[in-house]
């Protein structure tokens, strides 16, 4: 079935976007000792296109579980290669494939006014995607001391991200 043409650029522009976001928050650093903290905004886009088909949407303004995977792993993609950090690339897909997959099975069980939670779980999820990538690509189990604070901040800044994510979503339904 082929995907209309609105429908495409309307995931074209949900991509460029992330990227946007995901650029310029790699040129932010956080002055935490841990390493691997970011604020995940470009997660917002991801929401968004995740959730759409409830904003009450037309069809072609609506996506799919897997339109929002093309555009989560088109974003991964290109941000790995315009930042130039291609040598995390492996944490990056790791993690975003973990807490998109949470997230998508989370969308079943959530309403409207709780994509913030679903936020949470995907960031949370996020954090232990990279933590095994981590763990699996050194060899060195004890990088999963880092666990605890990357799920503290996973959940705040999920939360955060899940929450903007919700309030653009009733805006724009």
Known sequence: MKTPIKKLILMAALTAAALIIFIIEAQIPLPLPVPGV????????TLIALFSSRAGNREEYSLTTANAF??????????????????????????GLLGFAAQAIMKRFVSDKQVWACGAVGAVFHNIG???????LTGTPAIAAY???????????????????????????
């Open 38 to 45: 970011k604020l995940g905004f470009a997660n917002i886009i």
């Open 70 to 95: 093309m555009i989560l792993v088109s974003r991964l993609i290109l941000g790995a290669m315009l930042t130039g950090r291609l040598v995390t690339f492996a944490f990056s897909i790791t993690g």
């Open 130 to 136: 990279q933590i095994l990538a981590a763990m699996l």
């Open 147 to 173: 666990l605890p604070v990357l799920i503290i901040a996973g959940v705040i800044t999920g939360i955060i991200t899940g929450l903007v994510a919700q309030l653009t979503l009733a805006r724009i339904g």
